[in-house]
């Protein structure tokens, strides 16, 4: 049966136009011109999914969204967002009322089939999870991977104080997993010897990775995070090849853990990207910097061709360093064309004592700013 696409538009070309391409693409189109008559034909058509502008004259589009959002029939309905070129406060207001993905105006028609394909995609995988989950001891928790375009930008310190600052509210529920075997950096920043978890795990030949042997793997810190770590022996850089050891430990993890915290470095390597399609939420970390910039952009517009939206994505802005050449977040944003989520600010004397100590940043110093932001971080996922 044909997917059923709503599109809400107080534009009659763009109406007709989008509409007559979806519809040559196999999909039924129902149309509204109305803001008010847009959210009625969602809640009598329960489309697969539903394109909708933001401005228009008597409900506008954020209106329509939270009424979307706030009926259980149309709650969980994908929804992408047409916004004017530019106007990142509109993404901003767009992304905290609940949108999963933008499209700017206007639109090249192959960019709006891709999106509009890859979010149908990608909300049929997960509507198939849920109707046979594999190994399921109880419900899928919240998997969030840590990643950036570059090395050095924080990654691991973002994932190491990220799971320390959910376990303050989700006490025994977090897990924290370092998937760069070869170059693991979890076990030395928390002063753990013992580090062959993970690579136990993906040299298991035969028979397949158990939940019971992810379980194993797993070790306890004194805060009361489990964490699976990575050994730093150079020779093991190859085993992130073991795709569906990897595949299958993620699996695992997301049935162990309420929360589970992933750091995935800075290669969008194959295995990667089969562990990135399982994540349920994606952090970047970025600094203000305009070549890493750039190279954080060319990574978000490849992630957005793959099956995560770009709701579920959020970019961190990390400041490891003070300086006058440095970018401003508008800039930032504006480049990037979407927007920050959240910021760690400078704290390099920190950064050092909790090297030192083998200790979370957020541990060392219990209050204060950077507290404040992991504070922030956290909420994103944890409401
Ligand atoms: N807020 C901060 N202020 C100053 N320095 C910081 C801050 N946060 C992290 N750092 C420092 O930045 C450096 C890089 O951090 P980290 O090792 O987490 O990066 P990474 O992206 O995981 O790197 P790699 O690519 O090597 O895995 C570390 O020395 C860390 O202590
Ligand atoms: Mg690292």
């Known amino acids: ?46 489309p697969d999914l539903i394109l909708l502008d933001v401005m228009m004259p008597d409900m506008d589009g954020f209106e329509v969204l939270r009424q979307v ?49 890859a979010m149908l995609a990608r909300t049929t995988q997960r509507k198939g999870s849920e109707a046979a989950p594999e190994k ?9 991977g840590v990643l950036s375009a570059k090395g050095g930008l924080g990654v691991t310190t973002v994932a190491i104080n990220l799971a320390f600052t959910l376990q303050k509210t989700q006490a025994g529920h977090v897990i924290l997993a370092d998937f760069r075997p070869g170059n693991g950096f979890l076990s030395l920043s928390l002063g ?8 136990k795990l993906l040299t ?73 399609d399982l994540c ?19 990574l978000l517009d490849e992630l957005s061709m793959q099956i995560l939206g770009l709701g579920n994505i959020h970019v961190v802005l990390l400041n490891r360093i003070r300086s006058e050449t440095h970018m401003s977040t508008r800039a930032v944003q504006d480049k990037l064309g979407r927007p920050v989520s959240a910021m760690i600010s400078p704290a390099p004397e920190l950064a050092a004592t909790a090297g030192a100590q083998n200790a979370p940043m957020i541990v060392v110093q219990k209050e204060g700013l950077i507290n404040q932001q992991y504070d922030k971080l956290a909420q994103l996922f944890s409401k």
């Open 69 to 117: 959002r706030g009926n259980p029939k149309t709650s969980n309905i994908p929804i992408i967002m047409f916004t004017a070129k530019t106007q990142v406060d509109d993404k901003v207001a767009g992304f905290e009322a609940g949108a999963d993905d933008y499209l700017t105006k206007p639109t090249h028609p192959s960019e709006l089939t891709a999106r509009v394909k």
């Open 204 to 276: 298991k030949e035969g028979a397949e990775v158990s939940i019971s042997d992810v379980q194993s793997a797993l070790q306890m810190t004194d805060a009361g995070v489990r964490v699976l770590l990575s050994s730093y022996m150079p020779s093991d850089i190859k085993l992130i090849e073991a795709a569906d050891q990897l595949v299958s430990t993620v699996r695992h993890l997301s049935y162990l853990g309420k929360y589970v915290v992933l750091d995935l470095g800075s290669a969008l390597t194959p295995s990667i990207q089969k562990v990135i």
């Open 1 to 46: 049966m044909a997917e059923k696409i709503l599109i809400v538009d107080d534009d009659r070309d763009t109406l007709r136009l989008v509409g007559l391409l979806l519809q040559r693409k196999g999909y039924e189109i129902v149309a509204a011109e109305r803001g008010s008559q847009g959210l009625e034909k969602a809640f009598q058509e329960t």
């Open 136 to 144: 399921a001891v109880g419900e899928r928790g919240v998997v969030v």
């Open 192 to 199: 753990f010897k013992n580090q062959t978890g993970l690579s």
């Open 280 to 298: 349920t939420q994606l952090i970047i970390i970025t600094e203000p910097v305009e070549s890493s910039i750039t190279q954080t952009k060319a």
